[in-house]
């Protein structure tokens, strides 16, 4: 599903060049649920920025479902935002003049979908959550965990193949960000492809797939718990970890 | 039409401080349509109103007074010119018309003109013209004079003197009511030029205030009006001619009202371009959102542009139709008070109006957009202080 070979990404910051990534490589097959960790500024954040097409490698090539999203114009990037990748971020980046309710909408009015079918849709999203009885509360009377949550049926209303998730839990209280991290393994479980950022620890290693990035470099990518999908995807990021440690 | 629901929703999420806006574009567009409209329209009217003649020919005296006095009815002169020059002019191939009139007296401050029925300001109907070919004491008024004086067909009215001397006994009667021209004669009273002559205010039995020439062909009027001077020892002068320097003049006030009115529509645009950039920060972080959820680069500025162009799509319409109001009830005013003629906006003008209003929000929405388009999502959405 997601394949990325030798992908770098570098900033300019005051003239100078700060390599965000380093020839970065991976796959990630379908349902998996990955988490990427590192600690603060190795890269992970940007890598999930690429991986969601918010932002453009400098140099490599990312795969998504076959295609390459480096030759995409700036019009098919939104629409592979829209249709297949649902974003959770860790500020949440609700709307604040918008209810609940319409916040998970958004999505669903940049598809084009009609009034009616759009309600029900985020109405259902809503339930998944268990925000339901919130649905017309505006972001800033919800606390941080019922936030997250309108964010996660936000993005998954479209019924995307892809949820990126970055620290998700970074904003919430330990009790609360277990409860969303239940619901978004819940999503998982249902075929959904997780892909989690992230440098808690405890976090990291729920995640069968565990990627770890230091200084823009992949420098492990395993299968802790055992490989359980996608042999060949085990093999390929096993040698490629291989390689960027020795680079 | 996402972007437009986009626009609307943002539009209508801070109803107060857009009401404030769109009431400002209303101020601006209306104070400034309304004051370009005065100005063009007036501009306008003194241009037409001076091709109404080729030349006016008078007493001897500044050539502009005799335009402003012979066809804009403004100042007054007691001397007159013999009546056999137009006699002598009639008669003359080089003159394709002459219109003799008389200026004398006022009817509560609308100038009493007597002339003929080919004077310009009947010219295109019979039926005013007619009433003029008379010696009855009959009056044909312009709209303006009708209307501040609230005169219908068959009032009577007296003339300043003849009211002042208690002189109830020698009416005018209302004939005809002349229909809204937006030029001079509006406000204008106009007699048969037999009953003129016996106006108190009138000396002479022979005599005129002037008369209005019109030439057989143009290239005739210099040497015309070379002779007029050398064999009647009168005053000539040349509408367009004097036209054009009074339009100078009046150029100068119209450049301080265009300025004026820019300046309010300048200000009018800006509350709409602080209403933007208010909460630039919220505003580009709900571009990113917009963008990482889906939405292209060209929807956001769509949105952001259909944003502003519906504020000012708004303001104008409704500010456009302030104007023409304004110039409706303004322009009678302006005309029975200063004498200048102002009519309505036309619909070319207020369509205009509405257009440069919209487009004016189109590229502030446009200049707004292109900026916040420009940053990166990732890191805009990355950086909590963004």
């Given at each position: ?14 003239g ?69 990748i ?58 941080g ?15 995307p ?44 290693s ?11 470099r ?30 | ?12 999420a ?61 100042g ?14 009639r ?58 004086l ?33 030029d ?40 015309l ?54 909460g ?11 963008r ?95």
């Open positions: 599903m997601i394949r990325l070979e030798n992908i770098s990404r570098t900033f300019f910051v005051g100078r060049p700060v390599h965000a990534l380093r020839k970065v490589s991976f796959s990630i097959a379908e349902g998996e649920y990955v988490t990427i960790m590192g600690a603060s500024g190795s890269g992970k954040s940007t890598l999930l920025n690429i991986l969601g097409c918010l932002d453009r490698p400098n140099a490599g090539r990312y795969f998504l479902d076959g295609r390459e999203v480096g030759g995409m114009k700036d019009e098919e990037l939104a629409a592979v935002r829209g249709h297949k649902g974003f959770v971020f860790q500020a949440f980046h609700l709307v604040p003049r918008l209810t609940a309710l319409e916040n998970v909408e958004l999505p669903m009015v940049f598809a084009g979908a009609e009034r009616g079918a759009r309600r029900r849709a985020a109405q259902k999203a809503l339930e998944t959550v268990g925000l339901a009885d919130r649905a017309e509360h505006r972001p800033n009377q919800l606390s965990g019922e936030r997250q949550r309108v964010a996660i049926a936000r993005s998954i209303v479209m019924k193949a892809i949820l990126l998730a970055d620290e998700p839990t970074g904003n919430l209280d330990s009790r609360t960000g277990l409860e969303v991290i239940a619901l978004l393994e819940k999503l998982n479980t249902s075929g959904m492809t997780l892909v989690i950022v992230t440098h808690d620890p405890k976090l990291g729920r995640a069968p797939h565990l990627i770890r990035l230091s200084d823009g992949v420098i492990e990518d395993v299968f802790p718990k055992g490989a359980v999908t996608a042999k060949r995807s085990i093999n390929r990021a096993g040698e490629r970890a291989d390689e960027n440690v020795a680079d | 039409m996402i972007w437009l629901r986009l626009a609307w929703d943002r539009a209508t801070r109803l107060f401080v857009t009401l404030v806006v769109v009431l400002g574009v209303i101020i601006g567009s209306a104070v400034s349509e309304t004051i370009i409209g005065i100005t063009e329209s007036a501009g306008k009217t003194l241009v037409e109103t001076g091709r109404a003649a080729d030349l006016v020919i008078g007493p001897v005296e500044d050539p502009r007074l005799l335009v402003l006095q012979g066809l804009f009815l403004i007054g002169s007691s001397a007159q010119i013999p009546a056999y020059v137009a006699e002598e002019l008669d003359d191939p080089r003159v394709a018309q002459v219109v003799p009139y008389i200026l004398g007296g006022n009817v509560r401050g609308f100038p009493i003109v007597g002339t003929t029925r080919n004077h310009p300001a009947l010219a295109g109907s019979d039926v005013l013209a007619d009433f003029l070919e008379t010696n009855d004491r009959v009056a044909v008024v312009g709209s303006v004079v009708a209307r501040s609230r005169l219908k067909i068959g009032d009577k009215i007296l003339s300043a003197h003849e009211a002042l001397e208690g002189n109830a006994g020698k009416p005018l009667t209302v004939a005809a009511v002349r229909r809204t021209h937006g001079p004669w509006d406000r204008a009273v106009f007699v048969p030029l037999p009953v003129a002559r016996t106006h108190h205010a009138f000396q002479g039995e022979k005599t005129l205030s002037g008369l209005l020439v019109r030439c057989a062909t143009p290239r005739e009027l210099l040497g009006e070379s002779d007029l001077r050398k064999r009647f020892s009168v005053g000539t002068a040349f509408p367009a001619l004097e036209v054009r320097v009074i339009r100078k003049l009046w150029g100068d006030f119209e450049s301080v009202f265009e300025g004026v009115a820019f300046l309010v529509f300048f200000l009018s645009l800006l509350s709409l371009v602080v209403m933007v950039t208010t630039f920060r919220n505003r580009r972080r709900e571009l990113a959102i917009l990482a959820i889906g939405f292209s680069r060209f929807e956001i500025i769509l949105s952001s542009v259909a944003e502003t162009t519906l504020l000012t799509g708004v303001g104008g319409v409704i500010g456009t139709g302030i104007a023409f109001a304004g110039s409706f009830f303004l322009g009678p005013l302006l005309t029975a008070g200063w004498g200048i003629p102002v009519m309505p906006l036309s619909a070319g003008t207020m369509i205009m109006g509405c257009l440069i209003v919209s487009s004016a929000g189109a590229v502030i929405g446009l200049l707004l957009a292109v900026p916040l388009l420009r940053c990166e999502i990732s890191v805009i959405l990355s950086d909590p202080l963004q």
